[in-house]
């Protein structure tokens, strides 16, 4: 409830104020002149004060420009049967927000304090917008020394505000997440909800009710109504991760929830309203699967309004210092205990070619950090394997040579997801039929073997 402060000297103004602002849900306080009213003011905050301008001991200016110098932050409305235009001119020149004239309407009350509400949550909303955006990079959980993420996240704040979807693109672990988080968080939706989804990790029969919900009986094991995460993320923001990935039928309704921004859970005869805004993002060249007849041309000029892209590590090399000292530095709060990286690391680090970028970076601190009691990490603590060393079979040994049999395991699996991968020309799903495995078995060896 809010809190109104009325300082007027007719006590038959000060009673009806009272009862027309405590009916229409306003807290209301009232004091007989500009003195009492300062110091009630001052003790005790207000959203709203309502003053005359003429008043015993200390006029409605005096104590307006008192109540400004001591910090107030309540929406001043001045009130006067005198003076008009000059009157209004001079209390907006001392911080009032608007001007009423003697003699009022009830509802004109009402109206221009519901206005001075509206205009100071607008404010508020502004100045939190432009706070999330000026939060240093490491808070936000990004890093732009390079000039690509300088770009990337300058277009970030100028796209922030809008309604309009977004394509993010950039290989695995770039941070597309990261950049969709903060999008949302210098939107307007801010406060709503941020519901991500991985398109391509989830089986193509489950992804429609995932992504719009069901109806009780719309299949078997359909034991009650579900809600989908467009409806999870209405009023905020969803993130179609690998949109790339969406079979071609789940376009085709994507397509009909972006234009007429409605959805239809599994199973339902009728459709619902739904306000989320769409954020999606891709590691695949989308016009290519246009050309290729895997993505619908009408769908990708829908979600291609805004392209944010994002560049790989490996060209973000003045980035790797800065986000190196940022997750030990975060590891070091987490694991409770001091933990910092040698200039050697840091320059080891920089020379790393990084396949996995951003993603791949963070893992090996951390891991080099669990394995280690070190405070500061150096290159030996941060390889994954050891320097390779000359090796002498002995001679009864049968292994594989230079290496144990579980690093010969590995470089055939890694090699048989590469060569999958180019026979389904970077087809996920069809890479995982290929190899008999789930896709999001496959995700876990592509990210592990940083592969891309």
């Not at 300062?38 to 015993?56: G, H, I, K, S």
């Not at 000039?147 to 996240?153: I, K, N, S, V």
């Not at 919900?213 to 299949?219: I, K, L, S, Y």
């Amino acid at each position: 409830m809010k809190k109104v402060l009325v300082v007027d000297d007719e006590p038959g103004l000060r009673q009806s104020l009272g009862l027309l602002l405590t009916d229409a849900g306003y807290a209301v306080t009232a004091e007989r002149d500009g003195r009492r009213g300062l110091e009630r003011a001052t003790a005790e905050p207000f959203d709203l004060v309502l003053c005359d301008v003429r008043m015993p001991e200390m006029d409605g200016l005096t104590f307006l420009r008192n109540y400004r110098q001591r910090g107030g932050s309540g929406l001043v409305i001045v009130m006067s049967a005198y003076g008009g235009e000059d009157a209004a001119i001079a209390a907006m020149k001392e911080g009032a927000y608007d001007y009423l004239p003697k003699p009022f309407r009830p509802d004109e009350v009402v109206l221009t304090l519901r206005k001075a509400e509206e205009r100071e949550r607008l404010r508020q909303e502004v100045a939190s917008l432009r706070a999330q955006l000026a939060v240093g990079p490491a808070e936000r959980g990004l890093i732009a020394e390079s000039a690509g993420m300088r770009q990337a996240l300058d277009l970030v704040a100028r796209v922030a505000e809008h309604n309009t979807t977004i394509l993010i693109t950039g290989e695995s672990g770039t941070g597309k997440e990261v950049i969709a988080r903060a999008i949302h968080r210098a939107s307007p939706r801010a406060g709503k909800a941020f519901v991500g989804i991985n398109c391509a990790a989830i089986p193509e029969a489950l992804l429609e009710s995932e992504l719009f919900g069901h109806v009780r009986g719309a299949f078997t094991g359909a034991s009650s109504d579900k809600t989908g995460l467009f409806e999870a993320a209405n009023g905020g923001t969803i993130l179609l991760d690998e949109i790339g990935e969406l079979p071609l039928g789940l376009q085709a309704k994507l397509l009909r929830v972006l234009q007429e921004s409605e959805i239809r859970r599994v199973g339902d005869q009728k459709t619902r309203r739904v306000d989320a805004r769409v954020l999606a993002a891709t590691a695949r060249n989308l016009e290519a699967e246009v050309r290729a007849g895997r993505f619908r041309e009408d769908l990708f000029y829908r979600v291609n309004v805004v392209v944010i892209e994002l560049p790989p590590l490996r060209e973000r090399e003045d980035d790797i210092a800065p986000l190196s000292r940022h997750f030990a530095a975060r590891l070091a709060q987490r694991l409770g205990r001091p933990l910092s990286l040698s200039d050697d690391a840091i320059a080891w680090l920089e020379q790393q070619p990084w396949p996995g970028n951003v993603r791949e970076l963070e893992n090996a601190i951390e891991r080099a950090a669990v394995l280690t009691n070190q405070e500061i990490l150096n290159p030996a603590d941060l390889r994954s394997e050891p320097l390779p060393r000359p090796h002498s079979p002995d001679p009864g040994e049968k292994g594989v040579g230079s290496g144990t049999l579980r690093d010969a395991t590995e470089r055939a699996e890694r090699d048989a997801i590469v060569d999958a991968l180019h026979a389904a020309d970077g087809n996920r799903r069809a890479a995982a039929q290929r190899l008999g495995v789930s896709l999001r078995t496959l995700f876990y060896k592509i990210d592990r073997y940083g592969i891309t």
